[in-house]
């Protein structure tokens, strides 16, 4: 078995799988057992796989071809679903949370699937203001996400943490290790 025949078995075994949890994250969208409100930034894991499939077929085929179309076309479709539905997100959006880093990787892995698109198509002009949109997008909620989580870190981390008081403790130690050695000498 070559290296293709591999990476064709693992992108079938990957799409069985999204196949799984897509169905299971799309009944929590609006059925009886929905996710709480902090997680929901979690659905913009739909149009990663799409994304990152197309971009993994387009490596297997050699060329950015009718199924990596398909497949980004289907991420297109889920990010436009998502966008034109932020009542799901509001809730989620009112007090910063580490969920909103879902938001950055499928978009990124969307962006670089426009430019893979727009680069296959060359000489149309909607392609590459696609992929430059969602590539300023992705560059903008990254830096957003940065700039909220060091202006929130003191939020993030609980007192309580044992691996922050793991380390309190350690310090602590350390400083009174050098002391009482430096009384003894």
Known sequence: MGSKEIAVCMFSLGMAHYLVIFVTLYQRMSGSHRLPAMLRPVFFSFL???SMASLAWSSIS???DTASKMLFS???FLFASLVCRPNIFKKSMRKFNVAWWAY??????LALASAEYAQELKGHVAPILLMIVLSG???L???GLMLFTVLNVTKLLRENDPILSFA???TTTTTTTSSDSALRS
């Open 48 to 50: 990663a796989v799409p």
């Open 74 to 76: 289907l991420s297109l």
């Open 168 to 170: 309190k403790d350690t």
């Open 104 to 109: 950055s990787f499928p978009l990124s892995f």
């Open 62 to 64: 050699g060329s950015f």
């Open 141 to 143: 909620i990254f830096l």
């Open 137 to 139: 997008l992705s560059v």
